[in-house]
């Protein structure tokens, strides 16, 4: 049996520091080159919009 759960099972606030930190590293590893921050958030709203479209289609 599949049982839903809920949204708050993940905090905003952890999601949202992990992705800086996501990005904070790529800007290390990449030596702060000034596309690398637009690409990484370009890419996260691409990756969350996709089961939203899906969803909604």
Do not use: F, H, S
């Given at each position: 049996m599949v049982t839903a759960m809920p949204a708050d099972i993940i905090p905003?606030?952890?999601?949202?520091?992990?992705?800086e930190a996501?990005?904070?590293t790529l800007d290390k590893k990449l030596n702060g080159r000034w596309?690398?921050?637009?690409?990484?958030?370009?890419s996260v709203i691409i990756v969350l919009a996709i089961p939203i479209v899906y969803y909604f289609w």
């Open positions: 905003d606030q952890l999601v949202e520091e992990a992705l996501i990005g904070d596309w690398v921050k637009p690409l990484y958030w370009i």
